[in-house]
């Protein structure tokens, strides 16, 4: 009965380390939901280049057919239909607006949601950028937490898919200067994806935007060297 008594005492502070409900210091779990590209991006030059050397490099060693088997084969398969095909443009309505709150733009880049409006953390309770987000209560994880944070936003979740049940990235947020009294908190982030959807009733905010990464880092200056590692596009 002893031994058992102090093996239990060796055991429960590490229980109290690792326990969510025991951590006096708050924490926050933020989803980075993200459109992918919707149309082939544009080949770089570079690889265009290299691309077009090794079709011709492969075309003056390839296997010479005769003729007559060559005529045969363009012959099959011709019909008397003809199919237009006209592609859709790359460039949209909303492109040349500048429109960032509609998702019909930047087609060949992802996308993130950024909302504006109060998160936790904020300075004096002002509005500002920030991913859709939540406090950590008594959900069962912290994934369960930040579906809850993307659908008090987009209010259904049958049209995401949250990659994975662990975090991409975490940070620790320290209060400014002008914060008095406030403590530090840590923010974990989760990857959220769109799923055949054009369109979402975003709510829960003042303003939102669906921007690419270098637009991004614009509206976070202070932790665009953080983001830029974090988000890989």
Known sequence: MHSLRMKMSLIRPLLTRRGFSTSSDKMVAAVLFERLPVVIPKVDPVVY???????????????????????????????????????????????????RRSLQRALDKRLYLLLYGNAHGAPSGNPVW???????????????????????????????????????????????????????????????????????????????VWVTKAELLEYFPEQAEFFGKMIIS
């Open 130 to 208: 920030h991913f859709p987000e939540k406090v950590y209560e008594s959900e069962e994880t912290m994934r369960k937490c930040a579906e809850s944070a993307l659908k008090s936003v987009i209010g259904d979740l049958s049209d995401t898919y949250f990659v994975g049940n662990a975090p991409m990235a975490h940070m620790v947020v320290q209060p400014k200067e002008e914060q008095s009294g406030s403590t530090s908190f840590k923010k974990f982030f989760f990857k959220s994806q769109v799923i055949s959807k054009s369109q979402y009733n975003i709510g829960k905010c003042e303003d939102f």
């Open 49 to 99: 280049a290299f691309q077009e050397f090794s079709f011709r490099w492969r075309m003056q060693y390839q296997r010479r057919y005769p003729d007559e088997f060559l005529d045969r084969s363009d012959a099959r398969g011709k019909g008397d239909y003809q199919i237009d095909y006209v592609p859709a443009p790359r460039i949209t309505e909303a492109d040349k607006k500048n429109d």
